[in-house]
């Protein structure tokens, strides 16, 4: 009993920890003939410029392109390589178990670009070592933007699949560890296999209307989507869910404060079961106004699923900081999740170190601690621990 | 719309009668600064802040700080050493950014665009509306020495004469003595020397002219002097020449040709 939870448990972890999102792009360094920094505070972690770029369908804000990629000179691919090292420890009750990974290196490609005036793409394939040797690849997401529908990025069309915007997007982040309530997970089952499943945190089929309205204070940010809300699976019953967020930010001293709300309401019609389900949540992120180098940022997060009578609650957040000590050199991050499903409490903290050997080419060091208090299958309180230490390697081209 | 059309107009104006701003302040339009305001806030706020204070959120994550414009002070100018920048020259700036810096070229944001900017960004210092500034004497990058191995190794003479190396090395790659004490910019931000002999650290030097007038102007709120009393207007081409030759590999470092240096063996 207590090994099946193991296993549950490690894989949970391990899903949510070495999950290869990240996205840094050094394709537009390479067109634009800049550095990383300009758009990044340190890969893959976007700044505010870095923000309106990406808002702006991949290009210079203020500007609209019109040269497609085929008439440029760049070929329109980069790539990342990474490389890890993993040390775990997981207790149960008196059961102890530690276990050293040198996991193979993986890589993401990109492409992305302008096919022509307001027209632009994006689309990421994630290379990872298969289990049992071997390499599998998965386009992870890749989608056409129509871009500045109305000028200065105040709306924008995109098509295929993509990440929600979310207020922390999971492809940015500067830590490993997956945010808990972003991976928390509706779904479906059919004679007790899952059939289907949503998470805010995994890219999704549909369309989106979003944009950045610089005029709105000092930037309002705002994305409606229709999406299938299957992961980018094969949708199982053509219902449509809608995901709404709005932010806004001001600026202190030029230091942004942002804050905003999110809702998100999906149905999933499996065989057997269906599911109505939403999430709400609202989030802060504020900046020191006198150096700019400290980030503090916060997340709450509700979720509902109604299966039948039966309903499920989620509630949980995170609450984390950002010290950006060495411009272009050392950048620290720290996190706490919580999430409380039902009995089950989930508690995660996160540290990490990282260093730029080059823009492009950096070293992160990473310590997670999880505990997760649940109930066995006789309803006994069971508590599991776990630590890990990764040191990772990236390197951009 | 109204707006759109005066920028549409004031900037027809400007190509047809060359910028303004030499001999007097400029007294733009209301909607022009209005424009400017509003692609500054949305384009350069981010970095240069809402202000122009150079102290935007990305300038304490970048290393090469954004320019505070507020002081009125410009490295890279076409006037004489201590003057205001002429508007071209920041029209310039803003259409082909700086190498090695976070600052790209916004030579993709529309010449009404560019414009609104100057005009806009001249607002945060009274430098720019100060008559006592004017006129600017604007250096002219006139008699220009053609590039040839004669002219590098004149220019490698004086390199080594006027102490050059003692910042950016014996072989101009940036480690001279005195550049391993570190040096500060006017506003305290710490100045790495540039490796001469790779373009890519260097913030602008396309052409022989764009450093000729490095040399004839000096960088304003940097250590590096204007030259124009001290050397000759032959021997700063001939200087120009050597560390365009440097830059882009023309030469060796000691000034020698490929060819001289084969001749010696």
């Known amino acids: 009993m207590r090994e099946k939870f193991f296993k549950a448990f490690t894989l949970l972890f391990a899903v949510i920890s070495l999950t290869s999102y990240v996205y840094s792009i050094p394709l537009f360094a390479r067109k634009y003939n800049r550095s990383c920094f300009t758009c990044h505070t340190t890969p893959p972690m976007l700044n505010e410029f870095g923000r309106r770029f990406q808002s702006n369908g991949y290009q210079l804000p203020g500007t609209v392109e019109s040269t497609p990629i085929w008439m440029s000179n760049q070929l329109p691919f980069a790539a990342m390589l990474h490389s890890t090292f993993t040390w ?98 509706s779904e479906v089952k059919a004679n007790g296999q899952v059939e289907a499943e949503f998470s805010l945190a995994e890219p999704q089929l ?106 499920r609650k989620m509630n949980g957040g995170f609450i984390g900081a950002n010290v950006f000590i060495l411009p272009e050199k050392v950048a620290g991050f720290t996190r706490y999740d919580f999430m409380k499903v039902g009995d089950e409490k989930t508690n995660q903290i996160t540290i990490g170190l990282r260093y730029h050997f080059a823009p492009n080419v950096f070293l992160t060091g990473e310590y997670s601690w999880m505990k997760q208090d649940t109930k066995s299958e006789m309803g006994m309180p069971m508590t599991m621990k776990m630590q890990m230490f990764m040191l990772m390697t990236h390197f951009l081209f | 719309m109204k707006a759109k059309i005066l920028a549409t107009i004031a900037c027809i104006g400007l190509f047809i009668y060359g910028f303004t701003g030499i001999d007097q302040p ?135 004469r006027m102490k050059c190396w003692e910042c950016h090395g014996v072989s101009g790659k940036g480690d001279g003595p005195a550049a391993q004490r570190g040096f500060k910019d006017d506003w305290g931000n710490k100045i790495l020397i540039p490796d001469l002999t790779n373009p890519n650290e260097v913030k602008r030097a396309s052409t022989v002219e764009d ?37 882009h590999g023309i030469a060796l470092y000691d000034g020698k040709t490929i060819e001289e240096l084969k001749s010696e063996q």
């Not at chain 2, 000096?218 to 207007?233: A, C, H, I, R, W």
Request: charge should be negative; aromatic fraction near 14%.
């Open chain 1, 88 to 185: 775990t420890k997981e207790e149960m009750g008196t059961e102890k178990k530690s276990t050293f990974t040198f996991a193979r290196t993986g890589a993401d490609i990109f492409t992305a670009g302008t096919l022509g005036k307001h027209l632009s793409y994006f689309a990421a394939v994630v290379v990872d070592p298969a289990e049992g040797g071997g390499y599998e690849a998965a386009v992870e997401v890749a989608h056409v933007i129509y871009n500045n529908i109305l000028p200065m990025s105040n709306l924008n069309l995109k098509f295929g699949s993509f990440r929600l915007d979310l207020p922390y997007p999971v492809n940015l982040a500067l830590s490993e560890a997956g945010y808990l309530v972003y991976e928390y997970a």
């Open chain 1, 206 to 311: 549909g369309v989106s209307a979003y944009g950045f309205l610089p005029q709105v204070l000092d930037g309002l940010r705002y994305e409606i989507a229709l999406v299938n809300g299957t992961n980018v699976n094969e949708d199982i019953d053509n219902t449509p869910d809608l995901y709404f967020r709005v932010n806004q930010s001001i600026w202190i001293n030029n230091a942004p404060f942002r804050a905003g709300i999110l809702y998100y309401l999906g149905t999933m019609k499996g065989s057997q079961q269906e599911n109505k389900f939403n999430r709400f949540g609202f989030d802060a992120e504020v900046y020191d106004p006198w150096t700019k180098k400290v980030n503090v940022f916060f997340q709450y997060l509700t979720a509902t699923d109604k299966i039948g009578d039966e309903e």
């Open chain 2, 26 to 160: 400029s007294n733009p339009p209301k909607e022009v600064l209005e424009h400017g305001k509003k692609v500054f806030n949305y384009v350069c706020a981010p970095c240069h802040g809402k202000d122009g204070k150079g102290d935007g959120v990305v300038s304490s994550t970048i290393f090469v700080k954004p320019r505070d414009f507020t002081s009125g002070i410009f490295k890279f100018r076409s006037t004489e050493s201590g003057n205001l920048p002429t508007d071209a020259d920041l029209y310039e700036s803003i259409s082909l950014g700086f190498h090695n810096t976070a600052m790209p070229s916004f030579s993709q944001l529309t010449p009404e665009d560019r414009y609104a900017l100057v005009e806009y960004i001249k607002t945060f210092s009274e430098r720019f509306s100060n008559p006592k500034e004017y006129p600017l004497n604007v250096v002219m990058p006139t008699g220009a020495i053609p590039l040839s191995p004669e002219s590098i190794a004149k220019g490698r003479e004086i390199y080594l």
């Open chain 2, 211 to 247: 450093i000729y007038l490095v040399f004839t102007t000096g960088l304003n709120g940097s250590p590096m002097p204007s030259y124009k009393d001290v050397l000759t207007d032959e021997e700063r081409w001939h200087l120009a020449n050597y560390i365009y030759a440097l830059i």
